[in-house]
């Protein structure tokens, strides 16, 4: 027999709508190793029926990467970025699929870029959502956002006008 174990164990968005949230819970009920990030992992776990036994609260893995990995990416080149950046990431269908969540998103993101370079990393089913055009061309008119790289490979980069 083969032993299941699910890193990042317990957590929820409570939205049964999201693919990931579906996944989360079939695969918390079928693992027989639950390592939780926090406190509100195992709380959720335990309102669900999950066994106590099961439940191991071992710490935020994405943290620990990064604080693992920090000197690594410090001594990297920039390759051409700017010093200081955000890099923003769009698929969830929650944020990308309504237009006008979406841009809410990036007229905020707009703002963020007068004092921050932003690049943003999209699905590609934000472009053709869009119809092969960035969403901005028609809908907030933002002149500082250029697309940069092959449209249909989801890579966009906003920049300070």
């Known amino acids: 027999m083969v032993r299941v174990g699910h890193v990042e164990a317990g957590l929820r968005s ?17 693992a027989d190793l639950l390592f939780t990030p926090s406190e509100d992992g195992d709380t959720n776990l335990r309102r669900e029926g999950v066994s106590s036994e099961k439940i191991h609260l071992v710490g935020n893995v994405m943290i620990d990467s990064l604080v693992r990995l920090l000197p690594v990416a410090e001594r990297q080149k920039m390759n051409g970025l700017p010093p200081r950046y955000a890099l923003v990431t769009l698929h969830r269908p929650s944020n990308v699929d309504d237009p006008e969540s979406l841009k809410g998103i990036l007229e905020s993101l707009l703002e963020i870029s007068e004092d921050l370079d932003e690049i943003l990393a999209l699905s590609d ?32 980069h906003a920049t300070r006008g």
């Open 14 to 30: 409570f939205d049964r709508t999201m693919p990931e949230e579906v996944n989360r819970l079939v695969t918390d009920q079928l």
């Open 125 to 156: 089913r934000v472009v053709v959502m869009s119809g092969g055009r960035f969403v901005h061309e028609t809908s907030i008119g933002a002149a500082d956002i250029a697309v940069i790289g092959p449209a249909m490979a989801g890579h966009h």
